[in-house]
């Protein structure tokens, strides 16, 4: 081993790094590598803005790589890598980071409620041959895969490349659930075992460079950007969760919708609630915009259902044997989101939606009905979520429960970038977007 790269995941869902020397580890435990904070104020382009409290050249953080995530990186032999939490020069908490906002509010939920959240991420890419850097707006990237959605052909005309992806998440201690091809040309999926939330996000980032990464040593290029082509099916970044209690599933077993406990009700109530909020955390890019269209299976309503891949909030409910499988899925995001504010946002929706700590007489939230087949095709139906980042970015800064459990510099750092990227593609057609885009995540 020679190295390992330090990452995070800055505003604009790009992962950042700083690679020490193996031999240089433990100092970078004991004292953290220095980074300026105004990466939280880049955007997408690698243009900075600037918010009320962060922005400009003054400052300096600590990275401190937590061990206990440290994997030797299959895929790029001769590296590892860790993920860090910041930190001020004087060893105190940085306000604005995205993994520390994680943390709290898990541990928000289990102090207040004594509920642990298991979460976990499926990744969606498009493989291409070649940089997509280098396909203008108006060409078409060339795909490894000629058969149909879903098809065998696909897995048959892939099979060494989703061999070495399979082979590389294993020998790093990732834990595979499904890999499959997916709708659009050239598309891919990826899921992985649940986590505690910090470490669902954790492993979302390990993911996406293992594929990336073997993507390379294939002569592929692996995009996780919401869209590749805007006139067809983008990719998703969808988050599922559950809540336990005492080693019980609280998506189970109780009297609740299919099976709920009051618990998991008011939970999804609360997330149901701020999911227009949210999109500013789960569809941070104005691609996200591509993506979340009716009648494509990326949730672009603001309803709930039983097994509705319509449904921006999926239900899964578990049955029988499976009855700890039982778990929602927040289906309206992607990955252009940063994974830790991701699961953080929803976490501290939830929490609102419970309402007062465990113990007390407040009764939590209540979902409204279901909603069954496709919302686009309902008169009257429920409404559409925002559209644009522009709506998504005034329903967040209108939302009392993401600002509080922010805090104000990172809910303003946030708010900037957001600002920020919509005045970059101000006037851009949906073809500019895509091609701006598709190659940065």
Sequence with gaps: MHGTALTWVDNAGLTRVKAVPVDRLPQAVGSGVGMSPCFDVYLVDDSMTAGEYIGGPDGDLRLVPDLDRLTALAAQPGWAWAPVDRYEQDGTAYAACQRGFARRMAERARAEHGVELRMGFETEWVATRGPLSAVGAADAPEYPTAGPAYGMTRLVETSDYLRDILAALTAQGVEVLQ?????????????????????????????????????????????????????????????????????????????????????????????????PALLALGA??????????????????????????????????????????????????????????????????????????????????????????????????????????????????????????????????????????????????????????????
């Design 179 to 275: 890999l499959h091809p997916e709708y659009a040309a050239g598309q891919f999926e990826v899921s992985v075992a649940p986590s505690d939330p910090v470490g669902a996000a954790d492993l979302a980032v390990l993911v996406r460079e293992t594929v990336r990464a073997v993507s390379l040593r294939h002569g592929l290029t692996a995009s996780f950007a919401p869209v590749v082509d805007p006139g067809g099916v983008g990719s998703g970044g969808h988050l599922h969760l559950s809540l336990w209690r005492e080693g019980r599933n609280l998506c189970a077993g109780g009297e609740g919708p299919f099976g709920m406990t009051p618990e998991c009700e008011a939970f999804l109530a609360g997330v149901l609630r701020e999911l």
């Design 284 to 441: 941070p890019s104005p691609a996200s915009y591509l993506r979340l269209r009716p009648s494509r299976w990326a949730g672009a309503f603001h309803c709930w259902g039983l097994e509705n891949r319509e449904a921006a909030l999926r239900f899964i409910a578990g049955r029988g044997a499976t009855a700890d499988g039982a778990n929602a899925e927040v289906k309206c995001v992607d990955s252009a989101a940063n994974p830790y504010l991701l699961v953080g946002g929803v976490i501290a929706a939830g929490l609102a939606g419970l309402g007062e700590p465990a113990g007390t007489e407040r009764a939590g939230a209540r979902l409204p009905a279901p909603v069954a087949g496709d919302p686009a095709h309902s008169d009257p139906g429920p409404d559409p979520l925002p559209g644009s980042l522009a709506r998504a970015l005034a329903r967040f800064e209108a939302s009392p429960v993401l600002r509080a459990a922010l805090g104000e510099p990172l809910f303003d750092a946030i708010r900037a970038v957001r600002a920020g990227e919509i005045e970059l593609f101000e006037g851009a057609s949906d073809r500019e977007i895509a091609a701006a885009t598709r190659g940065r995540y």
